[in-house]
């Protein structure tokens, strides 16, 4: 700074030195004309020698800059015509997998700069595990089962080979993009190849989805939606098989082969104009097995899951459509309980309770025969938002649609017509078939625990009784513990609701003796009385003890009777108040409303009196000077006839 001050001062000094003549001239002429010229003006500017040495100093400088940047301009052009440049969003599928691709790259683990991270992206097999972890340890065990991975650091170039082409990856965040309700910022991976044939990133996009697919092959994603109505990656769930879920016969090969027709079927669709889409209505009892069919079919269709929340606050018609359009062409929506899409009521019993019994299952949008009404809807969904969303001119084709609910006759018709929900399943509660099979899967989860073979089954034959008394394992009520707890006094016992856990070593029983118990677990279970939920509930008491839970299943289901007894006689109860209440209300309002009424023509009636009362004790008033008096109503009086002789009368 200080080398400029020099070069400022000689260009003022010649400013002033060479100027003071022509501006004594141009005072003298101003003082003649009174106008000085702007031509001069001009002159005295091009006069200074420093001002012209300047003004080439700009146009040479501005000249070798705008060379530069040209230079630079082609340069880029220049190098980007050599290379191939891709970029990832945080929020599409490709971006997992890039960077599980990235994981599996040998070199990607010698980066010196990297991110650490325990999302999994996507994939079940992770990058980087450490050494030390020992999950079969017990020290271990309790600890985070989670391991690490390595993601690109932020604004950081790393360089790479890919089939003897040079690659650079750079991963940027954007701290804008967060949303009205704000959240965390989008990142965005980019990658450069030193090529001109587009097939080598064709190539690598095929071996990364490839790549990413192998890793799910034993998983399956969830997204759900945001509040600025995009879709995010949750977790990834392990597949469940379809042998893991007990249901009635024919309703897994129903669904199964059903939508496995319908992926195959897309050009037959498009041939005759019909919308690509199948929706499925499961509809029953709850914990009948409603979701955990969904789950089997999605791991057997190697389908993703979207859940789509129809209760989320802020989620409007726009939001809806907007999800349903961003659903990928090959994925499964889930939306549960769409009976409780517009209300916000703790208890859904309420909004059916007063629904005639042979009405529950009865065909949708029929009315409740009376009672109470339901609470009012604070969702900003619409029916017809919904409706449009689904079969609209914008909805997505090629998505399967389960929709579940509780409440089969609260849906509206024309959401459970053909086109919007195809197939109705009903889901019952557990008959004897499903008991007898949930026990034997119960206990006889694998074949491998059936190899004791028949010769087993004919020894624990002959101890039958020994194995009954004798059966091994634990009982998760605290009766059937003894531990250091039994001296204390029954008042300083913990208090406490549910099931304990503790998984012990039970009897190894042979595949008939199991089948021999599931025959009698399933003769003491009530047909269509108990939900799949429940039963599992109870098995799950006696995880090791076949022989204990066959013993007390009769007692349980006559606890659970008599529960369920007494929640009828609960409800019923609220019922009849409710509608009493009600019946009061109302004849109190009448009440109220005869008695308002009857004042009011009292009050009327006193007025009127009043009135005619002022009106008659008001004088007539005086004619005035000026004015002629009113003529005097002639009075006319009626004479009565004299009488008749009495001579003329009798003649």
């Not at 009636?605 to 000077?625: D, G, Y």
Request: proline share 6%; charged share 25%; glycine share 6%.
């Amino acid at each position: 700074m200080a080398s400029y001050l020099p070069m400022v001062q000689h260009v003022l000094s010649g400013i002033a030195n060479e100027a003071a003549p022509n501006i004594t001239a141009v005072n003298g002429t101003a003082a003649a004309t009174d106008i000085a010229p702007i031509s001069s003006l001009i002159t005295l500017l091009f006069s200074s020698t420093a001002l012209r040495d300047w003004v080439k100093l700009i146009i040479i400088g501005g000249f070798f800059e705008t060379c530069r940047r040209w230079a630079s301009t082609l340069y880029y052009k220049f190098v980007e015509a050599f290379y191939l440049q891709a970029s990832f969003d945080e929020n599409d599928p490709s971006y997992n997998w890039m960077l599980v691709w990235l994981s599996k790259q040998p070199s990607w683990g010698k980066s010196r700069n990297v991110q650490i991270t325990t999302a999994s992206h996507g994939s079940d097999s992770p990058a980087i595990v450490l050494a030390s972890d020992d999950e079969n340890s017990s020290g271990s065990f309790f600890k985070s089962a989670k391991s690490i991975s390595y993601l690109p650091s932020l604004s950081t170039t790393y360089t790479m080979w890919y089939r003897r082409r040079w690659m650079t990856v750079t991963r940027t965040q954007q701290q804008g993009n967060t949303g009205y309700y704000g959240g965390p910022p989008d990142s965005t991976l980019t990658i450069s190849i030193l090529s001109r044939d587009h097939t080598v990133l064709t190539d690598l996009l095929r071996e990364a989805r490839r790549d990413f697919m192998a890793s799910q092959q034993h998983s399956m994603c969830v997204y759900t939606s945001d509040v600025n109505n995009s879709w995010r990656h949750v977790a990834c769930r392990a597949k469940r098989s379809m042998n893991s879920i007990v249901l009635d016969p024919g309703i897994k090969d129903l669904l199964l082969d059903d939508a496995k027709d319908f992926l195959r079927s897309k050009s037959w669709y498009s041939e005759r104009g019909i919308p690509f889409r199948r929706g499925y209505l499961l509809y029953g009892a709850p914990g009948s097995g409603k979701t955990s069919m969904i789950h089997c079919m999605a791991g057997e269709l190697g389908l993703d899951v979207y859940v789509v929340s129809l209760s989320r606050i802020g989620l409007d018609d726009t939001g809806l459509g907007e999800l349903i359009n961003e659903l990928p062409e090959r994925c499964i929506a889930l939306m549960e309980d769409i009976d409780a899409a517009f209300t916000h009521s703790l208890n859904r019993d309420t909004a059916d309770a007063d629904r005639a019994p042979n009405a529950k299952n009865g065909p949708p949008g029929s009315a409740p025969s009376g009672g109470p009404p339901s609470p009012p809807s604070t969702s900003r969904l619409s029916l017809s938002g919904l409706l449009n969303a689904l079969d609209g001119v914008g909805a997505q084709e090629g998505r399967i649609l389960f929709a579940t609910t509780n409440k089969y006759s609260a849906l509206d018709a024309a959401l459970c017509r053909p086109g919007r929900m195809d197939i109705h399943v009903e889901f019952k509660l557990a008959s004897r078939y499903q008991a007898q099979l949930l026990f034997a899967r119960f206990y006889l989860p694998n074949d491998a625990l059936a190899s004791t073979g028949d010769k087993d089954g004919e020894a624990e034959g002959d101890n039958e009784k020994a194995d009954e008394d004798d059966d091994s394992g634990y009982a998760s009520s605290l009766d059937a513990k003894t531990d250091s707890s039994a001296d204390v006094p029954v008042s300083e016992k913990p208090a406490f609701s549910g099931d304990t856990h503790k998984i012990g070593d039970g009897p190894r029983l042979s595949r008939a003796r199991i089948e021999a118990l599931a025959i009698r677990f399933a003769a003491a279970i009530p047909e269509r009385e108990c939900s799949m939920a429940s039963l599992q509930g109870y098995l799950m008491l006696y995880k090791t003890r076949p022989y204990l839970a066959v013993r007390e299943v009769a007692a349980w289901v006559e606890k659970e009777r008599k529960a369920r007894i007494e929640k009828e006689m609960g409800e019923r109860a609220r019922k009849e108040k409710e509608e009493k209440e009600a019946k009061e209300k109302v004849e109190k309002e009448a009440k109220e409303k005869a008695e308002k009424e009857a004042k009011e023509k009292a009050e009327k009636e006193a007025k009127e009196k009043e009135t005619e009362k002022e009106k008659a004790a008001t004088p007539i008033a005086a004619p005035k000077a000026d004015e002629p008096a009113e003529a005097p109503t002639p009075i006319t009086r009626v004479v009565d006839a004299p009488p008749p002789p009495l001579d003329a009368a009798s003649s």
